[in-house]
């Protein structure tokens, strides 16, 4: 038997079971879909909506089932977008926005809306510019924070049904047109001058309190020094008073002239004078001293 002849005849019975292998690892590899933990996967079924696919090993049903839509679960990141807006007080501002969001449940992002990020940046301008209406330039400049999650709230009711979820909202910049910055610069301007002529005048009432404060304490520390003086005065007096109860009229003398032998002896005590001027009885002043203080001796 011709060598042609055995190989036709092996080929021949064994090429149905060629094609069966072939057609098992066919099946397999069509039914068999491995999903990377950062997709999912959307599977139709005759055009319709079968089942999604999550991260691992899945089965589907060969030529029947077949994966229509990869979706990617990351984060996204929208292009910066810059929109102009009108405030509240009429002042025209152009605000630039950044949003972030992911894709929790694609077969709703797949079949209910084409393009995911322009309706998404659409969404956010228009939000944008309804909640920068309700509020003052100043209120945009300084509670930003607030109108960031005010957008995020608004953003995320108005996606929910496109099974995405917004995780952060971001306002980049508020930018105004010249003619507003030079009135904002000239405003700024004033209310530093004003705050400048405050703290000068603030200075000023604090200085001459403390001037007044200064004086009153003077005053007051010199009306104690006096106050204890005349108490010492009244003191002498008092002693003086009751050696002249005790002693008569001779102690009373006998003061009087200690007081005029006192003043003679400051009076000479000064400089700059050649003159000594005596009362006319210092001579008897003198001996009326001396002979009170023998008196008082004996």
Known sequence: MPIETIVAELLGGNIVLLLLAAFILLCIFLGVRIVPQSEKHVVERFGRLRAVLGPGI????????????????????LPTASQDAITMDNVLVEVE??????????????????????????????????EIGKMELDEVQS???????????????????????????????????????????????????????????????R????????????????????????????YANEVVAKVIRENGVE????EVALKQVDALRRMAEKGGTQTVVLPANAVDAFADAFRFFKGGKS
Request: no cysteine; proline share 1%; aromatic share 6%.
């Open 207 to 234: 200085a001459v309190e403390l001037a007044a404060d200064a004086q009153l304490y003077a005053a007051k520390q010199e009306a104690e020094a006096r106050r204890i003086t005349a108490d010492a005065e009244a």
């Open 143 to 205: 509670n930003r924070s607030r109108l960031i999650t005010e957008i995020k709230t608004s953003v995320e009711d108005a996606v929910d049904n496109w099974g995405i979820e917004v995780t952060r909202a971001e306002i980049l910049d508020v930018n105004l047109d010249q003619a507003t910055r030079d009135a904002m610069l000239q405003q700024l301007n004033a209310e530093r001058a004003r705050r400048a002529q405050v703290t000068e005048a603030e200075g000023k009432r």
């Open 97 to 130: 926005t950044s949003v972030f969001y992911r894709i929790l449940e694609p077969e709703k992002t797949v079949y209910r809306i084409r393009d995911v990020d322009a309706a998404i940046a659409t969404t956010v301008a228009g939000i944008v510019r309804a």
């Open 251 to 254: 102690a009373a003398q006998y």
């Open 58 to 77: 899945n089965f589907i049903i060969p030529f029947l089932d077949k994966v229509a839509h990869k979706i990617s679960v990351l984060e996204r990141q």
